[in-house]
């Protein structure tokens, strides 16, 4: 097995271990961070629902448009086990820090950014499609945002990662 894949494959594993116990064992039970990620989703759907012109209100983590509820914004939906997902390739994956230390924060905003930008669409399903909203909050959406992810990840890896000359 090639050095680069077997290192990854080493490193991407404890930081996957390192992850899922500092998620369960004090993330998860202080709640603080996923609270305040649900907000911040919750916050950035109502402003682009209402630059597009709807009327909007939020109730705990229920977003509504014009008086409907439309979607529940849940810890899960936050986008945190993404970032850690992302951060982790980009720590597990051989290639100088003075690029992760750039692309962890700009790709953690970037996907912040999509998964607003697929809660409003989920918002915006439900209100006039709601036949098709379980098809597309389980799938269509869910895919967008991991491939979104994917590109981050290979642009990254074609441009700062040691498979290239930097």
Sequence with gaps: MNSIVKKFLIRAAIIYIGWLVIYHAVILP????????????????LVGLDLL???????GDIVYIDGQAV?????????????????????AFPGK??????FIPVGIFLIFLINILREIALSLNYKFFQETFELNHKYTYVFVVY??????????LKNYSLLVKT
């Design 97 to 102: 820090w003075k690029y992760k230390a750039i």
């Design 53 to 59: 012109g709807y009327e909007t209100t939020s109730e």
């Design 71 to 91: 979607v529940l914004v849940a810890d899960a939906c936050n986008g945190l086990e993404l970032f850690a997902l992302y951060t982790g390739f980009l720590l």
């Design 147 to 156: 491939l979104f992810v994917f590109f981050i990840w290979r642009y990254w």
């Design 30 to 45: 202080d709640g603080r961070i996923n609270k305040f990620l649900t907000e911040k989703v919750i916050q950035g759907t």
